[in-house]
Every structure is written in structure tokens, then in C-alpha cells.
């Protein structure tokens, strides 16, 4: 039984609304293929998978699963399928956008159901509390970002209508200065970016979720926070020299919690660091009654 916690003014504590577990850059490669020649990234999801199998385990899985793109490294239908089986069951929606390394119509066909369609797809999920729209900013054959006219026009309009609670706006390509020079050529474009910040400014945008930089990482996109999470498979090294790009193997996640007034991001790592502590709740007991929030 998990009892209230408690806080220093009497408060009640804050209990997010919705978490959502954001992944990224899982790179899937074609059975027998190693990740930069190196890293079975099925591997790497799977040990990020573990801990939040583990977490659901414990009560504090994720309610919804986004995964912000880059879900395979060349596009081969079974690692999609492989994406899809490694994420079943660990929380009650899994939402997909496509990445530069994904092949669009490939992800339409596996991931959308949508065989046939070519052109870019807006999807919108109207949840209770949180609306959630997800853009493709892929160019096909090309590494590097653009919001097309009538993608951002559906946006735009879909957006022209409040939810409750708000939306987040997922793409793949971080709409942020990148941090490495590969990533500064495989940016979003930058009027695209600026079409974009002016497209959210002033809607219910609470916040854009991003991948592709490989590299946790958070800004603002005019008055929007964005939040980037890492890939489950390498990590970009923003002080690598300059010109040079240099990446380490590394897996990890966002943790977003979405609460009515607030949204937290939290980066977990998993990295098999060593457990330092453990307290059960009479552990944490004992600690809060040694600290009286009034000391004599
Ligand atoms: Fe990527
Ligand atoms: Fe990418």
C-alpha cells in the first residue's frame, strides 16, 4: 500500500496527470546488422525496456509511450515490427513518429496502417486531459528536416481548437540550435523552425518532445519548451572538438510528467550504474521524522 507522501507546508503532493515515458533514435537495424558497425541496438531497447517493464512492476509505469522517431536505421519492416513486440504491454498507448533514418512509407504501412500514403500524416490523439500531435518533419532521401506548407497548415488547424488540458507537439527533428557539426546539417531547416514557432505561439502548446540530436537536451522554441530525449542506443558529445562529431555508446529515456498546471522532465539513463541506496517507505519515514520541519 503506498502511503501519502508528505511535504513541508501541508500541501497535498503533486501527482501527475499523465506520464509519459518519451524514447528516441532506437535506430532498429536489419537482423545481424550492428549499429555503426558496433551496437545491437535491439539490444540497448530492450535493457530501456526492461526498466520500464520493471517500473510497471512497481506501480509507476508509463501511461503512454512516445518514441520521437529514427525507430529503425534503414527502414526494414521487421524492425518495426521488432520496435512494436519490444514495447508491447508496458503502457496502454504507444505513439510512433517517423524519422530521417525511417523509411516514410515503410512506417505508414507498419506503424499507421496507412499502406499507400506518401505524403506526410498528422496524428492526433485526443486524450483525456492532453491532446498529442505528432508531425513528420523527414524529407525522403535526405537527412535533414522540413515542415512542409500543408503540414503545418494542418497543424495549424487542428491547433486553431483548444483541448483540455493542453498539447504536446512531437517531430523528430529537434527544432533547436544542434550541438555537433553532422547535426547542424541534418537540422531542421530554419524556416521551417521559425514557421513552426510562429504555428505553436499562442495555441495550447505546453511543450514540443524531439529527438534526433542523440543527446538529451532542453530549450524554447520561441515561448515552447522543448524537450529532446536521448537515443536508446548512442549519446552525441556536445564537447567533442571543434568540426569533429564523437558519439559513446549510451542508452537512456525522458521521463515526462505531465501535471494539471506543471510538466516536469526528468532524463533516466540506463546505464547499469550501481545502486547507492534503497529506502522502502519506512526508510523514508525514519528520514522526514528526523528532519521536523520546524527544528528546535
Ligand atoms: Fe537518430
Ligand atoms: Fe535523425
Not at 62 to 82: E, H, K
Not at 126 to 141: A, E, F, Q
Not at 217 to 232: D, E, K, Q, W, Y
Given at each position: ?140 532521401g535526405a537527412g535533414h528536416g522540413v515542415l512542409t506548407p500543408h503540414h503545418l497548415a494542418e497543424l495549424t488547424a487542428e491547433l486553431g481548437t483548444p483541448h483540455p488540458g493542453g498539447s504536446i507537439v512531437v517531430l523528430h527533428h529537434a527544432p533547436l540550435a ?119
Amino acid at each position: 500500500m503506498t502511503t501519502a507522501a508528505r511535504t513541508p507546508d501541508g500541501e497535498p503532493a503533486e501527482v501527475p496527470d499523465l506520464v509519459i515515458a518519451h524514447l528516441s533514435d532506437t535506430h532498429l537495424t536489419s537482423t545481424g546488422v550492428r549499429y555503426n558497425g558496433l551496437i545491437d541496438p535491439q539490444l540497448a531497447l530492450l535493457d530501456v525496456a526492461a526498466a520500464l517493464r520493471a517500473a510497471k512492476a512497481d506501480g509507476r509505469g508509463p501511461d503512454i509511450i512516445v518514441v520521437s522517431g529514427d525507430l529503425t536505421d534503414s527502414g526494414d519492416p521487421a524492425a518495426y515490427r521488432r520496435l512494436q513486440a519490444a514495447l508491447d504491454g508496458i503502457a496502454p498507448q504507444v505513439i510512433y513518429a517517423t524519422g530521417n533514418h525511417d523509411v516514410r512509407a515503410v512506417f505508414h504501412a507498419e506503424m499507421l496502417g496507412a499502406a499507400g500514403r506518401t505524403d506526410p500524416m498528422l496524428q492526433v490523439f485526443r486524450l483525456p486531459g492532453l491532446r498529442i500531435v505528432v508531425l513528420d518533419s523527414t524529407v525522403v532521401g535526405a537527412g535533414h528536416g522540413v515542415l512542409t506548407p500543408h503540414h503545418l497548415a494542418e497543424l495549424t488547424a487542428e491547433l486553431g481548437t483548444p483541448h483540455p488540458g493542453g498539447s504536446i507537439v512531437v517531430l523528430h527533428h529537434a527544432p533547436l540550435a544542434p550541438v555537433s557539426p553532422l547535426l547542424t546539417y541534418f537540422a531542421l531547416d530554419r524556416a521551417s523552425r521559425r514557421a513552426l514557432a510562429a504555428a505553436l505561439d499562442g495555441t495550447d502548446t505546453r511543450m514540443v518532445l524531439a529527438g534526433h540530436h542523440h543527446l538529451a537536451g532542453f530549450g524554447l522554441l520561441g515561448r515552447i519548451p522543448v524537450a529532446v530525449a536521448p537515443s536508446t542506443a548512442i549519446r552525441t558529445d556536445p564537447l567533442a572538438p571543434p568540426g569533429h562529431e564523437r558519439t559513446f555508446r549510451s542508452a537512456g529515456f525522458n521521463l515526462v510528467n505531465v501535471y494539471r498546471e506543471d510538466i516536469t522532465v526528468s532524463v533516466v539513463p540506463v546505464d547499469g550504474a550501481q545502486e547507492v541506496f534503497h529506502l522502502d517507505q519506512d526508510g523514508c519515514a525514519a528520514v522526514i521524522d528526523a528532519h521536523p520541519v520546524d527544528p528546535i
